[in-house]
């Protein structure tokens, strides 16, 4: 699936931001160097055309990368896997990541990886119910529209695939 330029772009607060070619964020970094790197790998992955590169000075610079196939598996699973995986939506608001990073000093571990650039992180259920309790709590999450963070729950769990998890009473 191709989907036209990946952009990176520095944030407000000194960060550095991955989009996809609809703009939406797809992760942060602590450096324009790892946003580059990331950015590389995630047109690698969608088959985007350039990755573009937006400095401080409002500058444009095209990215040079290649389109490389991902190493084949030699090895398949047995098991069903046991974990949640968290991811950032590709739908997550500027706003909310932004909240998000201001606040990341009581953020769980899931969200500061992803914060920190990671694209999925895997966790327990319970690791999952803490982070979606947290983010739901910072600025830019609307509860009527798609959340900013999705959890894909193994095969098997009856909370489906990409369901919120609530909390257990």
Known sequence: MASGQVHVVPSELGHWMVLDGHRRPHSMHPTQTDAERAALEYAAQCKASDVVLHDRYKRVHQVRHEHRRPPRRSVLPTA?????????????????????????????????????????????????????????RVQG??????????????????SGPCQPLARAA
């Open 80 to 136: 069903a896997p046991s974990y949640h995986a968290l991811r950032i939506s590709r739908d997550a608001s500027v706003e909310w990541c932004e909240h998000a990073l201001k606040r990341r000093g009581s953020a769980p571990a899931a969200i500061l990886a992803l914060l920190g650039g990671r694209t999925r992180v895997e966790l327990t259920a319970e690791e999952a119910a803490d982070a979606i309790e947290w983010a739901t």
């Open 141 to 158: 999450w609307n509860d009527d529209g798609p959340p900013p963070l999705i959890v894909h729950a193994p095969r098997g769990d009856p």
